[in-house]
């Protein structure tokens, strides 16, 4: 029996927070059963949506929170103006230990902020980054930055990497993960000054991963490696634009089944094997972003998701909780240092 | 019945040349009856292919070329010592107006930096770009830079706006098309200092097209603008990115269909409508990218593509030089310019 976890629910963040928030956790609780609830928002609204769902009401607390961030506060603006909001009571939680880690739905920037601000950035690594896993054809694998960090150098990627391996271990359970640095092409001539020097400082490093080299685009959704490594400009945009990808080819194919009444028969038949394949490519089934490099668990569900991807969101702080990645990290960097020459900016802060 | 049109077609590049060359300029051939070509590459090995080609026959010339580009050649070394190669050769008939345009599915370092060389930038430009189009929610979309970029400023960006929209007037026959400007959200806050210094100059620029501000890479393939304008770092990765998403995609829905004999029947009444399908987005058919901001037409294609696919490719190339594109970009350019403050590094240079 695993001991019992904590978790800080930001009741109040997302599209349509706080009901979706609460079928999300009825839904976790289920899964998880022996995880407990602390839920951050307007004490009046959450109560009587408490008492409607019988499976969460023994398993969860709620904190009244006089606030919340809205979808288009600043980041700047919610540190110094959300000190009572539910985001930062629920981050507050984690700080002193009360929850093993956060789930919000909420604005991503001003999570990010406040979380830094109050959990700290683990020792020796210069700035937290978000990742995120997702269906590939060899299974699942993983990326990060997906837009904490607009421009990254070098030291930056190196530090993804190691976090991002670290992550593919919890995760994933991947003992010893692949490790890409995406690229324009495969050539070691190829990218910006970043990715090529990143690339020689991990050709060159001792590591508790396996670094592959350079990836493309392409090897995204082929599985070509565990852990794509990139800067949260590019990620954002190549995760999105995947996700597009899926969308339109998803549009095309009900199209595709409704142009004739054979196709439609056809659909009927293989509707099974069809929903088999849905499942496969859900977003839902991958939503949860973890906030990497903090001294805590910290997981950004889609704002627009629903309650079966909230609790997706749920199950990836569950798997960080558990797996002691926090712990991990930090063993992992100082392994990393240890091994390898600190990294200039390291050596000079 | 319009103008007939040459073509000077790289025989030697790509995975399966010459035979490949061939094979892709017949099909091209049938489909515009008014078009010729010239063939540069080994006499040897072309004459006896191009007997075997009844309707290529009459409509094609060889010029024998002595050396071909590696797949593996740097830039440089090509611009060095390929002066007697079959794309050097290809390039030098645009040149010397022999060919309205050429096409090579060879080294795409090499083809631009000796497409540069030979054909010049247009005034006004300051490096061209690489553009494509593809297959969206709501038709065709182009996007660039592809790659010939891998950093940019904001005056970059704000070219690229404008040669693209003059390529999605000649490629796809819009009118005023719609361009965006590919970023991590659609605030005006986000991104990094080019694409929001772009952003502004565009916002209050006189323009030919419309200026529709930020787009995120989901609106890649949602159709959301008919342009969509980024580096060549992250538009390359975008494009991969979506173009394995799709693969990915093909192989999941195979396997469904495979999973019983119910989905395997399923799919037998529903192939014509799928067929459909794959044709909408049959890479094959969005083949050739076009470099955009020379004097001069020159379209690549994607090295490992079929005859179908190289096909495609010089149909891009007809379009462009039926549509009288380098002109047109001149002409923008001139436009622009005056219509604006000249860009800040177009004053210094």
Redesign the interface.
């Known amino acids: 029996m695993p001991a019992p976890i904590t978790i800080a629910l930001d009741a109040m963040g997302g599209d349509k927070a706080p009901a979706l928030v609460l079928r999300g956790a009825e839904i976790a609780r289920v899964r998880f059963p022996d995880v407990h609830f602390i839920l951050f928002g307007d004490e009046a609204k959450l109560r009587p949506l408490i008492a409607k769902r019988r499976r969460l009401k023994d398993r969860c607390e709620v904190r009244h929170a006089e606030s919340l961030i809205g979808a288009?506060d600043?980041p700047a603006q919610a540190l110094r103006r959300g000190g009572q909001s539910s985001m930062r009571r629920a981050i507050d939680a984690v700080a002193e230990g009360e929850a093993g880690g956060v789930v919000s739905a909420g604005n991503t920037g001003a999570l990010m902020a406040m979380a830094k601000h109050v959990l700290k950035t683990v020792r020796g690594i210069h700035r937290p980054a978000i990742a995120s896993f997702f269906?590939?054809?060899r299974g699942e694998s993983t990326m990060l930055d997906l837009?904490a960090n607009?421009?990254c150098d070098a030291d930056n990627l190196v530090e993804f990497a190691v976090m991002g391996a670290a992550f593919a271990h919890t995760a994933l359970g991947i003992q010893r993960p692949t490790v890409g640095l995406?690229n324009?092409g495969v050539?070691e001539?190829k990218?910006?000054d970043a990715v090529k020097q990143a690339a020689q400082i991990l050709r060159r490093a001792n590591l508790s991963f396996d670094f592959y080299g350079f990836v493309?685009?392409?090897?995204?959704?082929?599985g070509t490696v565990d852990v794509i490594v990139?800067d949260?400009?590019?990620g954002?945009?190549?995760?999105?634009?995947?996700?597009?990808?899926?969308?339109?080819?998803t549009?095309?194919?009900r199209?595709?089944?409704r142009?004739?009444w054979?196709?439609k028969?056809?659909?009927?038949?293989?509707?099974?094997?069809?929903k088999?394949?849905r499942e496969?490519?859900d977003p839902r089934v991958y939503n949860g972003a973890m906030f990497v490099g903090l001294n805590g668990v910290v997981v950004k569900s889609h704002g627009g998701t629903d309650a079966k991807g909230f609790a997706s969101a749920i199950g990836v702080a569950v798997d960080m909780i558990r797996g002691r990645y926090s712990d991990l990290i930090v063993a992992e960097c100082e392994r990393f240092n240890a091994a390898n020459q600190p990294l200039p900016q390291a050596a000079a802060s």
Do not use: M
């Open positions: 288009t600043r269906p590939t054809l837009g607009i421009e995406l324009v050539e001539v990218g910006n493309e685009g392409n090897d995204i959704a082929a990139t949260g400009f590019t954002n945009v190549a995760l999105k634009a995947a996700e597009g990808t899926a969308q339109l080819y549009s095309f194919l199209a595709a089944f142009r004739s054979l196709s028969l056809g659909y009927v038949l293989a509707r099974p094997a069809l088999a394949l496969q490519v």
